[in-house]
T-cell receptor, first 116, second 109 residues
Framework: GAGVSQSPRYKVAKRGQDVALRCDPI?????LFWYQQALGQGPEFLTY????????KSGLPSDRFFAERPEGSVSTLKIQRTQQEDSAVYLC??????????????FGPGTRLTVL | GQNIDQPTEMTATEGAIVQINCTYQ??????LFWYQQHAGEAPTFLSY??LDGLEEKGRFSSFLSRSKGYSYLLLKELQMKDSASYLC??????????WGAGTKLIIKP
């Protein structure tokens, strides 16, 4: 079956531009996570959705970052007024279970964002 | 603060065995994951440990000691396709995954 997909795979933005990154999780997966991965580093948690509810956004680095999952499936991560330090790979992961305990996450291929 | 430490890079020979260590200090512990990530690709799940001891799955095994805040991933009969980064991640008390920076494993023929 289809895995997690993300689009675009690559995005180049000028500083100050707004961007929107899309994640299509595995159908029926309850949980959806966004991570930011800088080059040579592990992923860092940004936010968590259980269905359409954003239950944890403690990892969002600033109020320029906004995520939504209005119908409990597709999610969009929006970054306003992009800065150079936003350059990273943005990973989306989904899971069939709610967060808690053993919870294998299935990752998408990521969107590589480069801010010039 | 929360901290996950693992070596930056390791080199091993095809057919050999390699052990990748991970030490952690986190606020709470609800399990430890190992993921494999090939360059430019998504991380893929390898193992999960929540109790002390060794979990074996084919050529890969993972060990956990909660009292020592320590885990390792053991890869046997190394193949060239095992060249990748191996990420250790701990599920903390808030059920957030805290990730290490990853160990880049280079396999030489």
């Amino acid at each position: 079956g289809a895995g997690v997909s993300q689009s675009p795979r690559y995005k180049v933005a000028k500083r100050g531009q707004d961007v929107a990154l899309r994640c299509d999780p595995i159908s029926g997966h309850v949980s959806l996570f966004w991570y930011q991965q800088a080059l040579g580093q592990g992923p860092e948690f940004l936010t968590y959705f259980q269905n359409e509810a954003q239950l944890d956004k403690s990892g969002l680095p600033s109020d320029r970052f906004f995520a939504e999952r209005p119908e409990g499936s597709v999610s969009t991560l929006k970054i306003q007024r992009t800065q150079q330090e936003d350059s990273a790979v943005y990973l989306c992961a989904s899971s069939p279970e709610v967060r808690g305990g053993y919870n294998e996450q299935f990752f998408g291929p990521g969107t590589r964002l480069t801010v010039l | 603060g929360q901290n996950i430490d693992q070596p930056t890079e390791m080199t091993a020979t095809e057919g050999a065995i390699v052990q990748i260590n991970c030490t952690y200090q986190t606020s709470g512990f609800n399990g430890l994951f190992w993921y494999q990530q090939h360059a430019g690709e998504a991380p893929t799940f390898l193992s999960y440990n929540v109790l002390d001891g060794l979990e074996e799955k084919g050529r890969f095994s993972s060990f956990l000691s909660r009292s020592k805040g320590y885990s390792y991933l053991l890869l046997k009969e190394l193949q060239m396709k095992d060249s990748a980064s191996y990420l250790c991640a701990v599920l903390d008390s808030n059920y957030q995954l805290i990730w290490g920076a990853g160990t880049k494993l280079i396999i030489k023929p």
